[in-house]
């Protein structure tokens, strides 16, 4: 991988076979992206109404731009939970929202723009995951499936939350917060409740921490290691695309593989 500005690393102690990374709307070094008006400059979503052709560039400078990198198995994401286990390149896009690889250069990547992506290693280095968790898939436990495909304990895994919405930009209904409170496992009442502040200005209403709710459940499975979450895609329009904030946007990846 090429050193750049625009590049995101996860400030995490990984083994230094797995390489990670989120984009951010801005490019790469060299190379500031293909895509125009409300998608510009680096959308790499094909499913946004952008040109399939400036995605096309944008996706295959990120592959260029990516030290051993050979692959990228990139998803039909549904809100949901499956997580598909990935061994090479198919032909059309896998149908969930999570994937996992033992194999060296094939990467495993989310497309997000408020959602939060999680990338996944172990300790070892033996395998890397990539997970997309909007409120619903959170919610219903696409993380925990996640770290439950691993092939090793969570004690043997380490988790980086990457950009997405913070509490101070996330308004939920009540239907939200309920949903949490009846369905969300491995968490506490006292942690569900903590990451729900009522609002001051829509009765019944909420900002919802969502990157808050992540790390305490992948804590409470016994992840190792947990970090991230500190970046907000909806307050940082100059470098990432938020659906929240501007609706018709692109989509930034959050990507890690093995070399």
């Known amino acids: 991988m090429i050193a750049s500005d625009y590049l995101i690393a996860p ?7 797995v390489l990670a990374l989120s984009t951010t709307r801005k490019g790469l070094a060299g ?3 293909a895509s125009v008006g409300a998608y510009s400059h680096f959308n790499l979503g094909d499913h946004v109404d952008d040109s399939l052709l400036n995605v096309a560039k944008n996706r295959a400078a990120l592959l260029a731009a990516c030290d051993n990198l050979d692959a990228i198995v990139w998803l ?3 809100h949901g939970i499956e997580v598909c286990e ?3 390149v198919r032909a ?3 149908c969930a929202d999570a994937s996992i690889t033992r194999a060296k250069g094939l990467g495993c990547a989310v497309l997000t723009a408020d959602c939060i992506p999680v990338l996944f290693c172990r300790i070892d280095g033996g395998e890397v995951a990539a997970a997309h968790a909007g409120w619903r898939g959170l919610c219903a436990g696409v993380l925990v499936n996640t770290v439950t495909a691993f092939n090793c304990p969570p004690q043997e895994l380490m988790a980086w939350i990457g950009p997405a919405i913070s ?3 996330f308004e939920v209904g009540p239907e939200v917060y309920r949903a949490f409170l009846k ?3 491995g968490v506490s009442k006292a942690q569900i409740e903590n990451a729900f502040r009522p609002s001051a200005y829509k009765a019944g209403h909420f900002y919802a921490d969502i990157n808050a709710l992540a790390q305490c459940q992948l804590q409470n499975l016994g992840v190792a290691w947990v970090g991230g979450g500190d970046l907000c895609t909806y307050a940082d329009a100059d470098r990432f695309y938020s659906f929240r904030r501007d609706g018709q946007t692109g989509r930034q990846v959050s990507l890690i593989y093995r070399r």
């Open 11 to 17: 400030n995490w102690p990984a083994p230094a076979n």
């Open 31 to 33: 190379y500031a992206g």
């Open 76 to 78: 039909q994401q549904v």
């Open 86 to 88: 990935v061994s090479d």
């Open 92 to 94: 059309a896009p896998v």
């Open 167 to 169: 509490q101070a930009h």
């Open 183 to 185: 369905e969300f496992s």
